[in-house]
């Protein structure tokens, strides 16, 4: 079966570092997401990984390591706006593009 | 570039209704997507286009779904009869099938759908 596991919820403190992670289940691998979703809004890109180590976006880095079907989103100088939920979403085995959404972690930012 | 386009942007209906709803891709993308998003659940693929051709339908619930795509600019998500478990955010995405690009996925504003 195809599984994607992510906390629930987590509490950060504008201003700090945080860090959310993902492990996965599938029957292939053909790529890793993050997307970005506010309440009430559509999803919206964050950053894709396909190979192993970190890719570093501004304030916002993404993790992978495809042996250990694990990956992690990294937000520095956390923002009030930053409040939201992050779903983590692995491509399968073949190149058609079918992707499996995990159910989100909802980050609330304190002041 | 609009984005993608998707309509009626909310939807109320009644239990034994047909509900139609539509979706505009990005010009130029080579793949659409259908998806649902409740809170038991998630967000969860329905079903995808490449070429306007349907490729996977595997999540499409039950037969009381079905969704077209008739040309590369307009696609089609039809639920009849609706039921209230049907309520849910429903989602069109549309992306490049370009090799070796960094292919994400852009989503419209969803429909909410609500069927009493």
């Known amino acids: 079966g195809q599984n994607i596991d992510q906390p629930t919820e987590m509490t950060a403190t504008e201003g700090a570092i945080v860090q959310i992670n993902c492990t996965y289940q599938?029957?292939?691998?053909?790529?890793l997401f993050w997307y970005q979703q506010h309440a009430g809004e559509a999803p919206t890109f964050l950053s894709y990984?396909?190979?192993?180590g970190l890719e570093e976006k501004g304030r916002f880095s993404s993790f992978l390591s495809r042996s250990k079907g694990y990956s992690y989103l990294l937000l520095k100088e956390l923002q009030m706006k930053d409040s939201a939920s992050y779903l983590c979403a692995v491509r399968g085995v073949n190149r058609d593009d079918k992707i499996i959404f995990g159910k989100g972690t909802r980050l609330h930012i304190l002041p | 570039d609009a984005g993608v386009i998707q309509s009626p942007r909310h939807e109320v209906t009644e239990m034994g209704q047909e509900v139609t709803l539509r979706c505009k891709p990005i010009s130029g993308h080579d793949y659409l997507f259908w998806y649902r998003q409740t809170m038991m659940r998630g967000l969860e693929l329905l079903i995808y286009?490449?070429?306007?051709?349907?490729?996977?339908d595997s999540g499409m619930p039950e037969d009381r779904f079905s969704a077209k795509m008739p040309n590369a600019s307009f696609s089609t998500l039809k639920i009849q009869p609706s039921e209230p478990r049907d309520s849910a955010v429903y989602f069109c995405a549309s992306s490049s099938g370009d090799l070796g690009a960094r292919e994400t996925q852009y989503f419209g504003p969803g429909t909410r759908l609500l069927v009493l």
């Open positions: 286009f490449n070429n306007n051709v349907p490729i996977d």
């Open positions: 990984n396909v190979l192993d």
């Open positions: 599938t029957s292939g691998f053909n790529g």
